[in-house]
């Protein structure tokens, strides 16, 4: 019959292996963010295991819920020559072509006939 082993005796053990371990107190919420969703633990339990330097943290219980954030679009690059080419075809300003470039999202046909209308 094997015996249970008592927390006292557990953290000694841990002490001599170079291990320890702390609750960490009041956690609210822990967020795992990765590339394409949110993770989100709410209310969870939270210790730390310092093992040889190394910091491990282990999160247990709590509600969870995923989501997909909202990621602002990036913004879309126009060439100083479109704009000049723009601006030469239709006699606007520098400004006026990049506006009408950006609102028709680079296409340069577009942005031409944006102005000349």
């Known amino acids: 019959m094997q015996r249970r082993m008592n927390p006292r005796e557990a953290k000694r053990m841990m002490q001599?292996?170079?291990m320890s371990?702390?609750?960490?107190?009041?956690?609210q919420q822990v967020i795992i963010k990765t590339?394409?969703?949110d993770?989100?633990?709410e209310q969870p339990e939270v210790a730390i295991l310092n093992?040889?330097?190394?910091?491990?943290?282990q999160i247990a219980g709590g509600t969870i819920t995923e989501k997909t954030?909202?990621?602002a679009a990036p913004k879309l690059a126009i060439a100083e020559e479109d704009v000049q080419l723009v601006a030469?075809?239709?006699g606007k300003s520098l400004n006026e072509a990049r506006k009408a470039l950006e609102e028709c999202e680079?296409?340069?046909a577009k942005a031409i006939l944006l102005l000349q209308t």
């Open 16 to 18: 001599r292996m170079g």
């Open 88 to 90: 030469d075809q239709t």
């Open 35 to 37: 590339s394409n969703k």
């Open 51 to 57: 093992m040889q330097g190394q910091k491990i943290f």
């Open 69 to 71: 954030p909202e990621r």
């Open 39 to 41: 993770i989100i633990i």
């Open 21 to 27: 371990m702390d609750n960490v107190e009041d956690v």
């Open 106 to 108: 680079g296409d340069l």
